[in-house]
């Protein structure tokens, strides 16, 4: 048996997913400490009191993932870097500023503290999202790591953890993984959402393949053990992007989605959304095809969406005295008035959002035209697509769909050569601007230039194998894909899904973070 035991420097530990992690590792015999940088004092204490039988082995440094000095200090000396600090929906809606901090600035500040030791380097795992694969529809319900990153407009969250995840990607830290959280069921979710716009957000039709907080966290516990026992193998995990799902059993619907929440109070969708209170598009989810790979080599999963919410439910108990109430009672008391909030959809119809109507509507005069029952509205899991056609949800949700990458994305990496770079570079309508390439060198330095003819560095691992390609999104608040769909035959495949042809917009921020579109 090995008795190493190894010092972990832990940011974010006050999160959804943090918090989770935390009581996991603190727990465990091979840790001897956890370091973590309290940006959350309030959260972190409460982090600590539920574990404070393990306190010797916490040490607390007070400060942001934004502060050079603080990152230093937080991971000196440490074995693990495990980066799960951000700013996430609804905050980072709120508060903006918090998601460019802590998701974009955060990385650079964490990879530079990094990149700085020189002997005995941490060992970096950096938690993104399933977001930055932007809103999938019914023509490519399934996605994996080498699909382009289309995101959402307006999703400031998953735009500042794209640019978060490319800096890590490029970085010169020795060990690294990048591994993208797919949506995550936790056990306060209700209670911090239940005031917020953003629970009509989640599209009827999304496809959403949940984990769970302690599903996610056994994960990360289960690859520190594996390498300190040395059994990871560097080049199948080790500068490595991977897919954090639930598995087929946890692949479901925002229409399921929905349906889960409110069956502790007795309730479905039908009874406490109307058809316009929800979002058409622009939401994130994705259906995993590749999935399996983490599983296979740490076996995490296990828990399933069931398995959460009657664990939910039984310790919750106290939801269920809603069920004795009118169920138009509770619309008018709990669902009604957060129309009126600045984040949801018909709050953005009163006030001629128009941007926002067009980004998640296609316009007012789409919203106006939805259904006004839901026996007219088209859902994938009752089987009905999106045109009213009978959809066979159930064998749609075991049989994975792929697009085209241009490139075999599943053949030997070591036998990657320069006309699959070029390929892919001509496909996004842009082209390879280094002239020779190593086969196999996956993190070589080499030059693009892609469809507006800017010139940019990436590893071809960034581009082909993690779906990174420069755009104006990586540079500004903004979102081009209208356009750039039109030249760039990867981009178009996932993005008329759910847009049309037609459409010719240019969305963007302005410096206050009001959201503006302009036709072009």
Same mark, same amino acid.
């Given at each position: 048996?090995?008795?190493?035991?190894?010092?972990?420097?832990? *940011?974010?530990?006050?999160?959804?997913?943090?918090?989770?992690?935390?009581?996991?590792? $603190?727990?465990?015999?091979?840790?001897?400490?956890?370091?973590?940088?309290?940006?959350?004092?309030?959260? @972190?204490?409460?982090?600590?009191?539920?574990?404070?039988?393990?306190?010797?082995?916490?040490?607390?440094?007070?400060?942001?993932?934004?502060?050079?000095?603080?990152?230093?200090?937080?991971?000196?000396?440490? =074995?693990?870097?495990?980066?799960?600090?951000?700013?996430?929906?609804?905050?980072? =809606?709120?508060?903006?500023?918090?998601? +460019?901090?802590?998701?974009?600035?955060?990385?650079?500040?964490?990879?530079?503290?990094?990149?700085?030791?020189?002997?005995?380097?941490?060992? *970096?795992?950096?938690?993104? @999202?399933?977001?930055?694969?932007?809103?999938?529809?019914?023509?490519?319900?399934?996605?994996? !790591?080498?699909?382009?990153?289309?995101?959402?407009?307006?999703?400031?969250?998953?735009?500042?953890?794209?640019?978060?995840?490319?800096?890590?990607?490029?970085?010169? !830290?020795?060990?690294?993984?990048?591994?993208?959280?797919?949506?995550?069921?936790?056990?306060?979710?209700?209670?911090?959402?239940?005031?917020?716009?953003?629970?009509?957000?989640?599209?009827?039709?999304?496809?959403?393949?949940?984990?769970?907080?302690?599903?996610?966290?056994? *994960?990360?516990?289960?690859?520190?053990?594996?390498?300190?026992?040395?059994?990871?193998?560097?080049?199948?995990?080790?500068?490595?992007?991977?897919?954090?799902?639930?598995?087929?059993?946890?692949?479901i619907t925002g229409y399921e989605t929905v349906c889960y929440g409110f069956?502790?109070?007795?309730?479905?969708?039908?009874?406490?959304?109307?058809?316009?209170?929800?979002?058409?598009?622009? #939401?994130?989810? !994705?259906?995993?095809?590749?999935?399996?790979?983490?599983?296979?080599?740490?076996?995490?999963?296990?828990? @399933?969406?069931?398995?959460?919410?009657?664990?939910?439910?039984?310790?919750?108990?106290? #939801?269920?005295?809603?069920?004795?109430?009118?169920?138009?009672?509770?619309?008018?008391?709990?669902?009604?008035?957060?129309?009126?909030?600045?984040?949801?959809?018909?709050?953005?119809?009163?006030?001629?959002?128009?941007?926002?109507?067009?980004?998640?509507?296609?316009?007012?005069? +789409?919203?106006?035209?939805?259904?006004?029952?839901?026996?007219?509205?088209?859902? *994938?899991?009752?089987?009905?697509?999106?045109?009213?056609?009978?959809?066979?949800?159930?064998?749609?949700?075991?049989?994975?769909?792929?697009?085209?990458?241009?490139?075999?994305?599943?053949?030997?990496?070591?036998?990657?050569?320069?006309?699959?770079?070029?390929?892919?570079?001509?496909?996004?309508?842009?082209?390879?601007?280094?002239?020779?390439?190593?086969?196999?060198?996956?993190?070589?330095?080499?030059?693009?230039?892609?469809?507006?003819?800017?010139?940019?560095? $990436?590893?071809?691992? @960034?581009?082909?194998?993690?779906?990174?390609?420069?755009?104006?999104?990586?540079?500004?608040?903004?979102?081009? #894909?209208?356009?750039?769909?039109?030249?760039?035959?990867?981009?178009?495949?996932?993005?008329?899904?759910?847009?049309?042809?037609?459409?010719?917009?240019?969305?963007?921020?302005?410096?206050?973070?009001?959201?503006?579109?302009?036709?072009?």
């Amino acid at each position: 048996m090995n008795n190493k035991k190894v010092k972990i420097a832990l *940011l974010g530990a006050s999160g959804n997913m943090g918090a989770y992690l935390f009581s996991c590792l $603190a727990k465990e015999e091979f840790v001897s400490e956890l370091q973590i940088l309290n940006h959350d004092p309030k959260g @972190t204490r409460k982090i600590i009191r539920k574990n404070r039988k393990y306190s010797e082995k916490f040490i607390v440094i007070d400060g942001s993932i934004a502060e050079i000095d603080k990152v230093r200090e937080v991971i000196r000396g440490v =074995d693990y870097v495990l980066n799960l600090a951000a700013a996430i929906p609804p905050e980072s =809606d709120k508060y903006p500023n918090h998601a +460019i901090e802590a998701n974009e600035v955060g990385p650079k500040i964490l990879v530079q503290a990094i990149e700085e030791v020189k002997d005995n380097q941490p060992k *970096l795992i950096h938690i993104s @999202t399933m977001g930055i694969y932007g809103d999938r529809g019914q023509g490519h319900l399934f996605g994996e !790591v080498g699909d382009p990153l289309l995101i959402s407009p307006f999703d400031l969250y998953a735009l500042t953890k794209m640019r978060g995840e490319f800096t890590i990607l490029e970085s010169d !830290v020795k060990y690294w993984t990048v591994i993208r959280q797919t949506a995550m069921f936790y056990d306060e979710m209700l209670s911090r959402n239940k005031n917020d716009g953003l629970m009509f957000h989640t599209c009827v039709n999304s496809p959403l393949e949940w984990s769970t907080g302690s599903m996610s966290a056994l *994960l990360i516990r289960n690859i520190i053990k594996k390498d300190i026992d040395g059994d990871l193998n560097f080049d199948n995990f080790w500068k490595h992007c991977f897919n954090l799902g639930g598995g087929e059993a946890n692949r479901i619907t925002g229409y399921e989605t929905v349906c889960y929440g409110f069956k502790c109070i007795g309730a479905q969708l039908f009874d406490m959304f109307e058809p316009n209170y929800v979002s058409l598009r622009n #939401f994130h989810g !994705v259906w995993f095809s590749d999935g399996q790979k983490l599983e296979e080599l740490f076996h995490y999963q296990g828990e @399933t969406v069931e398995d959460f919410w009657n664990a939910f439910n039984k310790k919750h108990w106290y #939801f269920g005295i809603a069920k004795i109430l009118p169920k138009k009672w509770l619309k008018a008391m709990a669902i009604k008035p957060i129309l009126d909030d600045s984040n949801a959809p018909m709050y953005w119809y009163k006030h001629k959002d128009e941007a926002r109507m067009l980004a998640y509507f296609n316009g007012s005069n +789409i919203f106006e035209s939805l259904p006004k029952s839901w026996k007219d509205y088209n859902i *994938l899991a009752l089987g009905k697509d999106c045109n009213g056609n009978a959809f066979d949800y159930e064998y749609t949700k075991h049989n994975p769909t792929r697009i085209n990458h241009y490139f075999d994305i599943d053949k030997d990496r070591k036998l990657l050569d320069i006309n699959d770079l070029r390929n892919v570079a001509e496909a996004h309508g842009g082209k390879l601007i280094s002239s020779t390439f190593k086969t196999g060198d996956i993190f070589a330095k080499v030059e693009w230039e892609n469809s507006d003819g800017e010139r940019f560095i $990436a590893c071809p691992h @960034t581009v082909l194998y993690c779906g990174h390609w420069l755009n104006i999104s990586y540079k500004e608040h903004a979102w081009d #894909f209208d356009r750039l769909s039109k030249k760039d035959k990867i981009y178009a495949q996932i993005w008329y899904d759910q847009h049309d042809k037609n459409e010719d917009r240019f969305y963007y921020f302005d410096q206050d973070f009001n959201a503006h579109y302009k036709n072009i």
